[in-house]
């Protein structure tokens, strides 16, 4: 994540260091997004799992499979998330400090 959040321009010139300082600031401030994140990853793999079982798969097997697509939904909503809430949060800590 921070290596994309690298190109947001508010954060030019600024060290690795510095850029993950400002988004534990952000995130500090607005810790809700760390628990909405946490909730959906457990929530998501919980209910995927047990919707598996429900068609028949054995429990490892869905665990594999509910992995696999958690795993790819991660990225996906971190790739929507660095681009949109991150840069927001971000942006508006480097105007506040």
Known sequence: MYTHARQFPHFAGM?????????R???AKHSRFIAVRRASIVGGVTVSII??????????????ISAAIGAAIFLLWNLVFVNTSLFRLTSEEMQAG
């Open 15 to 23: 060290t690795d260091e510095q850029i993950v300082a400002v988004v």
């Open 51 to 64: 919707l598996l079982m429900a068609v028949g798969l054995r429990a490892a097997h869905a665990m594999e």
């Open 25 to 27: 600031r952000a995130y």
